[in-house]
Nanobody, 120 residues
Framework: QVHLVESGGGLVQPGGSLRLSCAAS????????MGWYRQAPGKERELVAH???????HYAESVKGRFTISRDYAKNTVHLQMNSLNPEDTAVYYC??????????????WGQGTQVTVSS
């Protein structure tokens, strides 16, 4: 069984920064992709950024130049540095990972979500 645990959410003023972290634990053989999604009230969940093996990254247009995703392969963690936050970034942020376990099964795993609120 695999678990993803997020941390780092909170309340921040417009223009401020936050750093989200997500740690994967369990019987993991390989993680091909780790990423972040978000869901604002009344909206569908959307991709924020993801990072593939080899540090190939992809960002949503709305966060390019403001957010940076990084990964620690040894610790099975992914981080999202969020700068120049604005109220439109307010959402629950979810960690996501494409995992192959030690039995060779490949599946998608989600964290429980962490709230990010940008408000003055």
């Amino acid at each position: 069984q695999v678990h993803l645990v997020e941390s780092g959410g909170g309340l921040v003023q417009p223009g401020g920064s936050l750093r989200l972290s997500c740690a994967a634990s369990g019987t993991i053989f390989r993680i091909d992709v780790m990423g972040w999604y978000r869901q604002a009230p009344g909206k569908e969940r959307e991709l924020v950024a993801h990072i593939r093996l080899g540090n190939i990254v992809h960002y949503a247009e709305s966060v390019k130049g403001r957010f940076t995703i990084s990964r620690d392969y040894a610790k099975n963690t992914v981080h999202l540095q969020m700068n120049s936050l604005n109220p439109e970034d307010t959402a629950v942020y979810y960690c996501n990972a494409d995992i192959t376990n030690s039995a060779g099964s490949r599946f998608e795993s989600w964290g429980q979500g962490t709230q990010v609120t940008v408000s003055s």
